[in-house]
C-alpha cells in the first residue's frame, strides 16, 4: 500500500521539556487512525508538527513523500482544528466559495453542504453571528473544502450535541468508504473503538501500543464476566475464589474481573446464585488506555 504519511524518529523539544520523544509510524493510503492519550502526552504535539505548524527538533516527517509545508502538500490536506478563526464581515456560504477557489480541483459546493450539514440558515449567517454548533460544521466543511486526500481531525466533536456527533461520524465513514485517509485525535474512546481501523497510543511523548482497537484490548490481562441476579443474593461464596480479581455492581449488574472466565463462569454456576443474562467482556478500550498510560510499572 502508498504510504501517505511517514513519521521518522522524530523528537520535538521545548527549551528543557521534551513533547515528543523519538516517534516513528507511518500511515498508508486508506487507513483511519485515531491517536490518544491523556493530557500532554504529545498528541497535539505530534499533529501540529505533521501539519507543519511545528518543526521537529530531529527527525522527520513526509506527507505524500514531501515536506509538510510543500503546496502539494497542503492542496491534498485538509485539517479540522479544535479552534477555527474565519474573517469576519463574510457570510458562511461567501467563506465556502473562497476557500475551494485555493484549490485546483475542490469539493463541489452541493457535496461540501450534504456531507457537512450545514443548513440554509448556516450559510446565511455572518462568522461573527455563528453558535457554536455552527462554528463547528463550517470547521469541517473547511476541512473538507479542497477535496483533500489525507484529512486530519483535533477532537472534532468537542462542543457538538449528540445529533451533530452522529451526523460527523456517518461523514468520516462515508470519506473513509471513499477511499480518503482520516487521523483523528479525540478524548472520547468509544469512539476511536467505532471509528478507526488503527490506534496509536501515545504516554509521556512516545507510542505504547499501535494496532487495531481489538488487537489493543486484547492486551489487558483482564476481561469481565457481568450478570443479572436478585438484589438480596449474597456474593460472599465468590470471594473466596482467588482467579477473581474485583466484584463490584453497576446499573443493576454484577461485574466480576479475571484474567479465566472458563473457570469463573464454572463457579458462578456451582455456587448457583442465580445469575441470569451472563455476558462475557474481553476488555474495553478505557480499560486498556487505563493500563497502558498507567504511572504503574509493569502493568502490562
Do not use: C
Amino acid at each position: 500500500m502508498n504510504e501517505v504519511l511517514t513519521v521518522k524518529n522524530v523528537t520535538k523539544s521545548f527549551q528543557h521539556k521534551t513533547a515528543v520523544n523519538n516517534v516513528s509510524f507511518s500511515i498508508n493510503k486508506g487507513e483511519v487512525t485515531a491517536i490518544l492519550g491523556p493530557n500532554g502526552a504529545g498528541k497535539t504535539t505530534t499533529i501540529s508538527m505533521i501539519l507543519g505548524l511545528l518543526k521537529p527538533t530531529t527527525g522527520e516527517i513526509r506527507l505524500f513523500n514531501r515536506l509538510p509545508y510543500e503546496k502539494q502538500v497542503r492542496e491534498k490536506l485538509g485539517t479540522m482544528l479544535q479552534e477555527v478563526s474565519v474573517m469576519g464581515g463574510l457570510k458562511v456560504r461567501e467563506i465556502l466559495a473562497l476557500i475551494r477557489s485555493y484549490y485546483p480541483d475542490p469539493l463541489p459546493m452541493e457535496d461540501l453542504i450534504r456531507l457537512t450539514g450545514l443548513t440554509e440558515q448556516d450559510l446565511k449567517t455572518r462568522a461573527e453571528k455563528l453558535s457554536g454548533g455552527q462554528k463547528r460544521r463550517l470547521s469541517f466543511a473547511l476541512a473538507l473544502a479542497g477535496n483533500p486526500e489525507l484529512i486530519i481531525f483535533d477532537e472534532p466533536t468537542v462542543g457538538m450535541d449528540i445529533t451533530a456527533r452522529k451526523k460527523f461520524w456517518e461523514t468520516v465513514r462515508q470519506l473513509a468508504y471513499q477511499g480518503k485517509t482520516i487521523i483523528f485525535s479525540t478524548h472520547y474512546l468509544q469512539e476511536a473503538d467505532e471509528a478507526a481501523g488503527r490506534i496509536l497510543l501515545f504516554k509521556d511523548g512516545a507510542i505504547v501500543a499501535d494496532g487495531t482497537p481489538e488487537q489493543i484490548k486484547a492486551s489487558i490481562n483482564k476481561s469481565s464476566i457481568s450478570f443479572i441476579t436478585d438484589p438480596e443474593t449474597s456474593l460472599e461464596k465468590l470471594y473466596q475464589y482467588n482467579e477473581i480479581d474485583r466484584i463490584y455492581r453497576k446499573n443493576n449488574r454484577v461485574y466480576a474481573e479475571t484474567a479465566n472466565t472458563d473457570r469463573v463462569l464454572e463457579f458462578i454456576f456451582q455456587e448457583k446464585i442465580g445469575a441470569r443474562d451472563i455476558q462475557i467482556e474481553r476488555g474495553r478500550l478505557e480499560e486498556a488506555f487505563e493500563q497502558l498510560t498507567s504511572e504503574t510499572k509493569g502493568a502490562i
